[in-house]
């Protein structure tokens, strides 16, 4: 029987990458190996015929002379001798080679390294801070590379010895019956080697825990919940792998005057009964210094005046928000004999006028006695 194209077999193009030949053939002995097709021989057949189509395509050599003159450029090529045409290659090993990449997080043998963990620290900050931005420093504790042993765990002046365990791969493989799976060493936690006479200082981990000072830039126009990272401010990695990257989370405290609405500001101006009724200026406080409010006459207690540009601007954004001024019209209080003798005038005064005086007064008073007619109060 003529023999088929070993790009057919593979069912592969013929400018497939070294990539592409690999995986079709993993597929195909996954598929077709004898451990799991025992009483096929047919399954036998094509095992032998993928492996032999892998063993001359993988060589970039044979492959060449295969691609000019055929088979008979590679006869004999493809190891079909020795242990029924398998070669040395187990299911297991197969299934391992397919998996390993995955449970080994892409690495094929030596020490394993491992990212350092992100770290949070939470900066408090004064409205005023936060709007126009500041430069601060931070305590923050964390575990950093021992320079005593310069992060290997190993005394000064010996180094670490290659793990017995895993022959400094860092990684072993776990045979269950047909399943093979690559995991970290347990003896030397994936590092690929062994301490014999641990560092003082670190105590043989390569990490110390140390609290260091670190600026933070803080950006105009932060708002309570922003982060700022700071890349490579985290803890040292293990085995050499990267520091991890520190968060600072903003939190706004609250503001005696103002609250904060994005790039909006709010706030409630207490006006005397006497400039809400007649009319007047109150001086009014923004971040950017006093302003004058011009109160009209007849003013209501819960009236809001927008002052247009009087907020603040937010990050990556330079217009400024507006200022939201709420009318709190005062009550006297403590008052004298006098002044309760002339507000009583002065309110006897104003009723008499009805509706011309108290619109709201009147309009809420026609409102309850409809209400009343209607349930048949």
Known sequence: MA?????????????????????????????????????????????????????VLRDSDQRSAYDQFGHDAV??????????????????DIFGDVFGDIFSGG??????VFRGADLGYELRLDLENAVSGDTVQIDVPSQVTC??????????????????????????RMQQGFFSIQQSCPACKGAGTMISDPCATCHGRGRVRKTRTLSVKVPAGVDDGDRIRLSGEGEAGRNGGPPGDLYVEVRVNPHKLFNRD???????????????????????????????????????????????????????????????AQVAVETPVNLT?????LLSKFDSEVQSGGDRHSPRADNWIDTVKRFFDRIGH
């Open 3 to 55: 023999k088929r194209d070993y790009y057919d077999v593979l069912g592969i193009s013929k400018t497939a990458s070294a990539d592409e030949i690999k995986k079709a053939y993993r597929r195909l002995a996954m598929k077709f190996h004898p451990d799991r097709n025992s009483d096929d021989s047919e399954a036998e057949t094509k095992f032998k015929e993928a492996k032999e189509a892998y063993e």
């Open 75 to 92: 006869r004999g090529a493809g190891g079909m001798g020795g242990q029924g045409g398998f070669g040395a290659e187990g299911f297991g």
């Open 107 to 112: 690495r094929r043998g030596g020490p394993q």
């Open 147 to 172: 320079e005593t042993c310069d992060g290997s765990g190993a005394k000064k002046g010996t180094q670490p010895v290659q793990c017995t365990t895993c022959n400094g791969a860092g990684q072993v």
């Open 262 to 324: 994005g790039a909006d500001l709010s706030c409630e101006v207490p006006v005397s009964f006497a400039t809400a009724t007649l009319g007047g200026e109150v001086e009014l406080p923004t971040l950017d210094g006093n302003v004058s409010l011009k109160v009209p006459a007849g003013t209501q207690s819960g009236k809001v005046f927008r002052l247009r540009g009087k907020g603040v601007t937010i990050v990556r954004d330079p217009r400024k928000g507006d200022l939201f």
């Open 337 to 341: 004999g006098e002044q309760k003798d």
